[in-house]
């Protein structure tokens, strides 16, 4: 009998038969709840809306304690940091654009690596301070500028209006005098 991926498979009849083996799943539950969807290393501490992040270090069974963060945001950052100081640029990161803008460490020991993951995390939540603070700061109101209210009531009236070539007197004023009647006039044959 042969077992492959949680099915075993019985070769010795002519039909084989796919019985599925009940199976529980080893590794932590508590880790899988609380780590972040989408975001590498991160995770939620407790109820209180923290989120922490650490990154296992290559070859070894340790890892890299980068803090506690008020944002998944933040911690993803710092993780960014730490992936691309212990695994090289190459590595997989949560924010991938934002590549070129990662602090380096100034060596591979952990508190260099824990340091510059702090500024990044810190630099990213300056960001958004300063997103938050200049959409407050200016107020552009786009209906006021291009008279949007007025511009659709007359939009709205134009509509009421007969188009200029269908009333008499218009472009059209010799349709019946066409030589042949007959012209395609597939626009409003269905």
């Known amino acids: 009998m042969d077992v ?5 498979y019985s070769s010795s009849s002519s039909t084989e038969l796919a ?8 590794g932590r539950k508590k880790f899988r709840d609380t780590r972040h969807p989408f975001f590498r290393g991160v ?22 304690w980068l803090g506690t963060f008020p944002s ?8 960014d940091v730490a ?10 990161l949560n924010f991938e654009n934002s590549r070129q803008l990662l602090p380096r460490p100034v060596s591979s020991e952990p508190v260099d690596i824990r340091a510059a993951a702090r500024a990044a995390a810190e630099a990213f939540r300056d960001d958004d301070r300063l997103r938050t603070t200049s959409s407050e ?12 209210p007025s511009l659709l009531a007359s939009m709205a009236e134009g509509m009421l209006i007969t188009p200029p070539g269908v009333h008499h007197g218009g472009m059209f004023e010799y349709w019946d005098d066409l030589e042949d009647p007959q012209m395609d006039l597939s626009l409003w044959n269905d």
Request: aromatic content about 8%; glycine content about 10%; charged content about 30%.
């Open 83 to 92: 992936a691309v100081a212990l695994r090289g640029p190459g590595a997989p």
């Open 43 to 64: 995770r939620q501490r407790g109820q209180g809306g923290k989120w922490v992040c650490q990154v296992r270090e290559p070859q070894k069974k340790s890892r890299i």
């Open 72 to 79: 998944p945001e933040m911690a993803a950052r710092a993780y």
């Open 137 to 148: 700061l200016f107020f552009h109101d786009e209906e006021a500028e291009c008279n949007m």
């Open 4 to 8: 492959v991926e949680g099915y075993s």
């Open 19 to 26: 019985v599925t083996t009940h199976k529980k799943r080893a």
